[in-house]
């Protein structure tokens, strides 16, 4: 297993009005995070705040391409970017002890915080269809090149680990600075992977390795 620091490349923030960041997700062009009550957007480049959906975004956000996913408390919204309508709901397989939030595959893939476990879960159905287990808390959750990314978080430390898909078993882990949780994790589909913080309310662009 490779082993190394992670490389902070920017800290975003804090925003006007947010002390914690939950879900963090990105759209191509833009990082949306999750506050609480809204989903907010900012210009990765600029670092400048762009806009925000009012709708309860409580932990994961994610992206497929045309819609925003959200959890919210137990459940899982789908939501129109333009508009801000909640176009579906489905349950969150863990009943609202939910985390981290991506879209691969056509699923979505749900982070369980204590349980210490990732779902794959049907979009339309919320049905588990496969679960990765992993052996510390679980909070963001992300898909890059074929690459499985989770963030976890457990007392004072907080690393992003690549994991075997099929196994759950840990290929690479990149430790954080003590103190500096992780909540939403994200991929700009490059080479930087966005992490959330609910203490600092900031969203930091950590290298992914190549």
């Not at 476990?117 to 992300?142: A, Y």
């Not at 103190?179 to 966005?194: A, H, N, P, T």
Request: proline share 5%; charged share 25%.
């Amino acid at each position: 297993m490779k082993h190394s620091a992670a490389e902070i490349l920017r800290e975003y923030g804090p925003f006007p009005g947010i002390s914690s960041v939950h879900g963090v997700s990105f759209d191509g062009e833009n990082v949306w995070f999750a506050s609480g009550d809204r989903l907010n957007a900012f210009d990765p480049q600029s670092g400048q705040a762009l806009r925000s959906i009012d709708v309860a975004a409580h932990a994961g956000t994610a992206y497929d391409g045309k819609h925003f996913f959200q959890l919210a408390n137990d459940r899982i919204h789908k939501i129109d970017p333009e508009t801000g309508a909640v176009l579906a709901t489905i349950p969150a397989p863990g009943g609202g002890r939910d985390s981290g939030l991506t879209w691969a595959e056509g699923t979505l893939w749900v982070g369980q915080y204590r349980e210490r476990k990732i779902h794959q879960i049907d979009p339309e159905t919320g049905t588990i269809l496969r679960t990765i287990e992993s052996n510390r808390f679980v909070t963001g959750v992300t898909w890059v090149d074929g690459e499985l990314w989770h963030a976890t978080w457990e007392g004072d430390e907080s690393d992003l680990r690549r994991v075997d898909p099929q196994t759950g078993k840990v290929l690479e882990t990149l430790d954080m600075p003590a103190g500096m949780g992780v909540s939403g994790l994200e991929s700009d589909g490059g080479d930087r992977l966005f992490c959330g913080s609910t203490s600092a309310g900031v969203v930091r662009a950590v290298r992914r390795p190549k």
